[in-house]
């Protein structure tokens, strides 16, 4: 019986196989191995996170200044008597009147008592074509050109808005810039910078400012105003108002470089219909974070999608 099994020993050759078989058993696992290990970057790749960015663009800003004040004639002209003394016997206008140069407005007579009295009359006339804005003459009453003006007329009938200003926008202010005009219970009505005040009121720290509007009869005096004025236009780099994150230390924005998140400090300016002006930190054609401090930090490694584009990841 033991000579029977010595031909189920291992040989030199059997072993030799036996090697061969192991080797090609680990060989065949290392082939099954390796796509899984050489898609393991790729598989990292695609889980970063997506972040929608925005493109850094050159945008023009209007830089506009905003001012309130009231409506005011342009130039106002006071009637008043040469005469001192006499009696209002009739008042012929009314404010809102619209009146030629030499229309008579009120006629005067002596007092009872005086010389002349009850019979003299002094007509009180229009120095210049214009607008009514206000009486005081009263019929019965006694006229003094020491008194409160008879009648007030907005020559010509031209109006404007006379606003105020803190010293420090004053400065950005000059003659003939445009202006959009918006009166209480008429509208909005363009205009312009006649004249800026070159004094400041000590007390407030604000100068005056007068817009011209012209004539229209539906503005009134003393009526509230409200006016924006053009006062530049600058071009520069722009993001969405979006992307701009606003700290302690000021406002900064989320750079998207090689696929990674930097933060950077920034120096915003003029805004306007949702875009912010960039005056230092951003170049033109760099890539942001279109929504700012969401869900990312500094040095984050991140998959970039402009804005419309689909996520992979839902």
Do not use: H
């Not at 700290?247 to 989320?254: D, E, L, R, S, T």
């Not at 470089?257 to 306007?272: K, P, S, W």
């Not at 033109?284 to 996520?311: K, L, N, Q, Y």
Request: with cysteine; proline share 5%.
């Amino acid at each position: 019986m033991i000579a029977d099994w010595k031909w189920l020993r291992p040989s030199g050759g059997a072993k030799l196989l036996s090697a061969v078989a192991v080797a090609a058993t680990v060989t065949g696992c290392c082939v099954l191995l390796s796509p899984a290990s050489a898609a393991e970057p790729d598989a990292g790749a695609a889980s970063d996170m997506a972040v929608t960015v925005a493109r850094t663009t050159n945008v023009c800003f209007a830089d506009t200044l905003q001012v309130t004040g009231i409506v005011v004639p342009r130039n106002e002209i006071l009637v008043r008597p040469d005469r001192e003394g006499l009696q209002i016997s009739q008042v012929l206008v009314e404010p809102g009147d619209t009146v030629v140069s030499g229309q008579v407005l009120a006629r005067l007579t002596p007092s009872e008592g005086q010389q002349g009295g009850g019979t003299t009359t002094v007509a009180i006339q229009a120095p210049a074509a214009g607008v009514v804005t206000s009486r005081s003459a009263v019929v019965g009453t006694l006229a003094s050109a020491r008194a409160e003006p008879l009648f007030r007329i907005a020559a010509k009938g031209e109006m404007e808005l006379l606003a105020e200003t803190p010293v420090k926008t004053l400065a950005s202010v000059a003659s003939n810039q445009t202006a959009k005009i918006a009166i209480v219970g008429v509208g909005e009505l363009p205009g312009k910078v006649r004249i800026f005040s070159v004094a400041i009121n000590p007390t407030t720290q604000l100068g005056q400012i007068r817009l011209f509007i012209g004539s229209d009869p539906k503005l009134r005096v003393g009526a509230f105003g409200r006016a924006t004025i053009d006062v530049g236009r600058r071009c520069g780099p722009a993001i969405p108002l979006s992307a701009v994150l606003y700290g302690p230390g000021g406002a900064v924005v989320q750079v998207v470089r090689d696929n990674r998140i930097e933060t950077r400090r920034v120096t915003v300016g003029l805004l306007a219909a949702g875009q912010a002006e960039i005056r230092d930190g951003l170049a033109e054609g760099e890539m942001v974070v279109a929504r700012a401090g969401a869900f990312v930090r500094e040095g984050d490694r991140v998959r970039s999608i402009t804005g419309g584009e689909p996520s992979a990841r839902q």
